[in-house]
């Protein structure tokens, strides 16, 4: 079985690398945005054509979030045209998509977890274009899985992990927003997922299985909370002020509380999901 992985040189293409050792029934061929660029549809035709994937995980997106409110031709290059290419020469090829998508698709005004079902209404570039994407996919080639995610970290890449252990290794205090409610994602923990979703999918003969599914680690909290713990497993001391997202004003609008209800995915593909704080956890 042959799954082709764009955009593997983002954290979670990185993850993919990381676990595809215990993963020897599948032969992963990775590329990156200089090996493959997904804006090119013939350049995708003819990696299709040389590789013969039987499934593509699209790990290849535009996700700075405050930079596309001003380079929106950039973030709809990647985020839609990239992913209608895929969709179309996936078509094509009879090849299975799964496709990364966001939180940012919901402008986090609901209380409760938000479902697959539930209204999207992005409120910045970032999330439209990645909702635009997820649109485009749907109308064109069925066989598709649409992984929304949020708040992704891990060992590889730049992430708000990353970013907090350098500033603590600069200073001595620290403001970190306390008032927008998410769930932190290990990209290790979601590259499994996706893992188990095509070895379920290659063993059905027949799959009904195909749509949207939310997934993040279990539990929530604040980018504040998620800060000090990330101290507290390092053994990091440093003065941690929550703050108000007013006191910390970005180009993009994020979304308050973006909690993903994870019901479908789990019963769905019989998953274990870790809590956020044990999955960071064991990265030390």
């Not at 009879?94 to 938000?114: A, C, Q, R």
């Not at 079902?117 to 997820?134: A, H």
């Amino acid at each position: 079985m042959v799954v082709l992985v764009t955009g593997s040189g983002g954290q979670l293409g990185q993850s993919l690398q990381f676990i595809a050792k215990n993963h020897s029934e599948i032969d992963f061929v990775f590329c990156d945005s200089t090996k493959l660029d997904i804006t090119n549809k013939i350049a995708v035709e003819a990696v299709f054509n040389q590789t013969k994937p039987n499934f593509c995980i699209n790990a290849a997106a535009y996700t700075a979030v405050d930079k596309a409110e001003s380079e929106y031709e950039t973030s709809e290059l990647i985020n839609v045209i990239g992913a209608i290419n895929l969709a179309e020469v996936c078509k094509k090829f009879e090849v299975v998509l799964l496709h990364i998508s966001t939180d940012f698709v919901f402008d986090g005004n609901k209380k409760t977890p938000y479902k697959e079902v539930d209204n999207t209404n992005p409120s910045g570039v970032y999330g439209q274009t990645k909702l635009d994407g997820e649109l485009a996919i749907q109308a064109i080639w069925h066989k598709h899985y649409i992984v929304r995610t949020s708040w992704v970290y891990s060992q590889f890449g730049n992430n708000f992990l990353k970013t907090m252990l350098r500033l603590a290794s600069e200073r001595t205090t620290l403001s970190v927003v306390n008032d927008q409610i998410g769930t932190p994602t290990n990209a290790v923990d979601l590259a499994e997922t996706l893992v188990a979703i095509i070895i379920k999918t290659n063993q059905q003969t027949a799959n009904d299985d195909f749509g949207i599914y939310n997934f993040s680690n279990e539990g929530q909290c604040s980018w504040y909370e998620f800060a000090k713990k990330i101290f507290e497993f390092n053994n990091i001391q440093i003065d941690l002020k929550p703050i108000p997202t007013t006191d910390f004003p970005t180009p993009a609008k994020r979304p308050k509380y973006s909690v993903l209800d994870k019901s479908k995915i789990i019963d769905t593909f019989g998953l274990q999901i870790k809590s956020w704080a044990e999955s960071l956890a064991q990265l030390y």
